[in-house]
């Protein structure tokens, strides 16, 4: 695996975000507001999944929030790898990554068989399930986020 990170690491694409302060900060930002989105909209969800504003349909916070968290995983998805790259034999090493990959797995894979199981707009899912999804979410993504602000402070 040293071999593959280090070739990572030797990309153009890596030696320019390494070189280029505002390559790098504006790949940070991207990842950043790629992450904003996503726990942005998952919370909110999530809170409705639980049962709260249950005056408000469910169909229509799945049908407005889904896709901006979508949009936002999308983008954290495609920035990651990035940022990685330019550091990638040290930060596989760091465990905060490690987790917050897990957390991230965990929540991708629960929303992809939830969506699979009940449908996009979880019309049939019930109570239960969705209160269960909708706990784990909140654990898995704001875990992620904090995993991912505590790889800047490991190591040194």
């Known amino acids: 695996m040293e071999a593959l990170f280090a070739a990572l690491e030797g990309t153009a694409l890596a030696q320019l975000l390494r070189s280029s302060r505002w390559g790098y900060a504006?790949?940070?930002?991207?990842?950043?507001?790629?992450?904003?989105?996503?726990?942005?909209?998952?919370?909110?969800?999530?809170?409705?999944?639980?049962?709260?504003?249950?005056?408000?349909?469910?169909?229509?916070?799945?049908?407005?929030?889904?896709?901006?968290?979508?949009?936002?995983?999308?983008?954290?998805?495609?920035?990651?790898?990035?940022?990685?790259?330019v550091r990638a034999r040290e930060y596989s090493g760091v465990e905060f990554l490690q987790l917050k990959l897990a957390f991230i797995a965990i929540a991708v894979l629960s929303t992809l068989a939830l969506c699979r199981t009940h449908g996009f707009l979880?019309?049939?899912?019930?109570?239960?399930?969705?209160?269960?999804?909708?706990?784990?979410?909140?654990?898995?993504?704001?875990?992620?986020?904090?995993?991912?602000?505590?790889?800047?402070?490991a190591g040194d």
């Open 26 to 85: 504006g790949v940070n930002a991207a990842h950043i507001f790629g992450v904003a989105l996503l726990v942005g909209a998952v919370v909110p969800l999530n809170l409705r999944l639980l049962g709260v504003w249950r005056a408000v349909p469910r169909e229509t916070v799945v049908r407005v929030l889904a896709p901006v968290a979508a949009g936002g995983l999308a983008l954290a998805l495609l920035t990651g790898p990035l940022l990685f790259s």
């Open 122 to 153: 979880l019309r049939d899912a019930p109570r239960a399930r969705l209160a269960g999804h909708a706990a784990l979410s909140m654990v898995c993504w704001p875990g992620a986020l904090v995993c991912g602000r505590l790889i800047a402070f």
